[in-house]
């Protein structure tokens, strides 16, 4: 094969969108795992009858890899996501991924795309594993093989602009996830359902919706692909998971970070009443991180936090947290460095 040259691309105007890069790591189960292969292609052959296509028998996961000041490639908390990974494969009756196999294949791959992973401070490589179902089966069912690939592509904010505020809509009666379903894990089949909603949101003017239990349609659950937390008086106030949320590495992440800093924090049930009354509100994800919210629309009432400037809660977790991943060295953050993987 011909060598391809793929252009590094523009540090400072990078944002959240798909850039290629030099390889992709897949790996093919058929009664065993195979020996992998780092594909230069982001093309991959899939069959017709695959149960990833056909029935939604895939999930996902989303990590980051960037760099400290030293430039030293750093990766976030990977066996979280090789955890996570492996519940949802059960949840999905899909062939596991170990976590030796997970952790050395996220090495691998950013190893291999170094080149791609921006400069410090400039953003981060994001890491994508897919594991699929992928092949034949035309009745209902699990698939009789699986492939686990594992793209990658610089990127800069989630969010237009990442440092600003956005705006959220609660939507009255559309819902992520219901009691027994797959909310809790990343099944491929849970983002579709919502694009519809949330591309109308979005034409009103919100950038994410914010949605409540199925079951009672009253509890905060979370945002189309982010934790939600709210401040109140000094207090930090995230909804238990209880089996529709996803349990996010970031807020996780989040709680252990506001603990030493000597921040409360409160896992408790929501009412759109208390966001309301709340002083400031966030959600948090590997992809958007620590991201301010600065109005919430709930049956065309708004709350407006801080003038829809980012609150001083936030801005100190996001800080604490964006210097916990780029491994900045402070004594109070000590603790964290772990949470750090090196790999090169
Ligand atoms: C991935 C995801 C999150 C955030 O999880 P992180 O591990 O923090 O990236 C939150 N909600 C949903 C629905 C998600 O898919």
Same mark, same amino acid.
């Given at each position: 094969?011909?060598?391809?040259?793929?252009?590094?691309? /523009?540090?400072?105007? !990078?944002?959240?969108?798909?850039?290629?890069?030099?390889?992709?790591?897949?790996?093919?189960?058929?009664?065993?795992?195979?020996?992998?292969?780092? =594909?230069?292609?982001? #093309?991959?052959?899939?069959?017709?009858?695959? =149960?990833?296509?056909?029935?939604?028998?895939?999930?996902?996961?989303?990590?980051?890899? *960037?760099?400290?000041?030293?430039?030293? @490639? $750093?990766?976030? %908390?990977?066996?979280?996501?090789?955890?996570?990974?492996?519940?949802?494969?059960?949840?999905?009756?899909? *062939?596991?991924?170990?976590?030796? /196999?997970?952790?050395?294949?996220? +090495?691998?791959? @950013? *190893?291999?795309?170094? $080149?791609?992973?921006?400069?410090?401070?400039?953003?981060?490589?994001?890491? %994508?594993?897919?594991?699929?179902?992928?092949?034949?089966? !035309?009745?209902?069912?699990?698939?009789?093989?699986?492939?686990?690939?594992?793209?990658?592509?610089?990127?800069?904010?989630?969010? +237009?602009?990442?440092?600003?505020?956005?705006?959220?809509?609660?939507?009255? #009666?559309?819902?992520?996830?219901?009691?027994?379903?797959?909310?809790?894990? +990343?099944?491929?089949?849970?983002?579709?359902?919502? $694009?519809?909603?949330?591309?109308?949101?979005?034409?009103?003017?919100?950038?994410?919706?914010?949605?409540?239990?199925?079951?009672?349609?009253?509890?905060?659950?979370?945002?189309?692909?982010?934790?939600?937390?709210?401040?109140?008086?000094?207090?930090?106030?995230?909804?238990?998971?209880?089996?529709?949320?996803?349990?996010?590495?970031?807020?996780?992440?989040?709680?252990?970070?506001?603990?030493?800093?000597?921040?409360?924090?409160?896992?408790?049930?929501?009412?759109?009443?208390?966001?309301?009354?709340?002083?400031?509100?966030?959600?948090?994800?590997?992809?958007?991180?620590?991201?301010?919210?600065?109005?919430?629309?709930? *049956?065309?009432?708004?709350?407006?936090?801080?003038?829809?400037?980012?609150?001083?809660?936030?801005?100190?977790?996001?800080?604490?947290? /964006?210097?916990?991943?780029?491994?900045?060295?402070?004594?109070?953050?000590?603790?964290?460095?772990?949470?750090? $993987? %090196?790999?090169?």
């Amino acid at each position: 094969m011909a060598a391809r040259t793929i252009q590094v691309p /523009q540090w400072d105007s !990078l944002d959240f969108s798909y850039r290629p890069t030099g390889y992709t790591y897949v790996q093919e189960y058929k009664g065993c795992w195979e020996d992998y292969t780092l =594909s230069q292609s982001s #093309d991959h052959r899939i069959h017709q009858a695959a =149960s990833a296509i056909n029935y939604g028998q895939g999930i996902f996961e989303g990590l980051k890899a *960037q760099r400290n000041k030293e430039g030293t @490639v $750093m990766v976030f %908390r990977p066996e979280l996501n090789a955890a996570r990974l492996q519940d949802g494969a059960k949840r999905m009756c899909m *062939q596991k991924v170990v976590q030796k /196999q997970f952790i050395n294949a996220i +090495k691998l791959v @950013v *190893q291999e795309n170094h $080149m791609f992973v921006p400069p410090f401070g400039k953003g981060s490589l994001y890491i %994508r594993p897919l594991l699929l179902g992928s092949g034949p089966k !035309l009745g209902i069912g699990p698939a009789p093989s699986y492939s686990f690939i594992i793209f990658v592509s610089p990127v800069g904010p989630y969010f +237009k602009d990442g440092t600003k505020s956005i705006r959220l809509k609660i939507p009255e #009666d559309i819902h992520r996830a219901t009691l027994g379903g797959t909310g809790c894990i +990343k099944a491929i089949g849970n983002y579709a359902p919502g $694009m519809y909603h949330v591309c109308k949101a979005k034409e009103e003017g919100f950038d994410e919706l914010l949605y409540l239990d199925a079951r009672n349609n009253k509890y905060i659950e979370e945002c189309g692909a982010a934790n939600f937390f709210a401040v109140k008086s000094g207090v930090l106030y995230t909804p238990p998971l209880g089996g529709t949320i996803l349990p996010g590495i970031t807020r996780r992440s989040v709680l252990g970070i506001a603990e030493v800093l000597g921040i409360p924090t409160e896992i408790c049930p929501l009412e759109v009443s208390d966001v309301f009354a709340a002083d400031e509100c966030f959600c948090t994800g590997t992809a958007a991180g620590v991201t301010s919210v600065g109005s919430i629309v709930y *049956q065309d009432v708004e709350s407006v936090y801080h003038d829809g400037a980012v609150g001083p809660v936030t801005q100190k977790l996001r800080d604490a947290l /964006q210097d916990v991943k780029s491994g900045a060295q402070h004594k109070l953050l000590e603790p964290f460095y772990e949470w750090n $993987m %090196r790999v090169g």
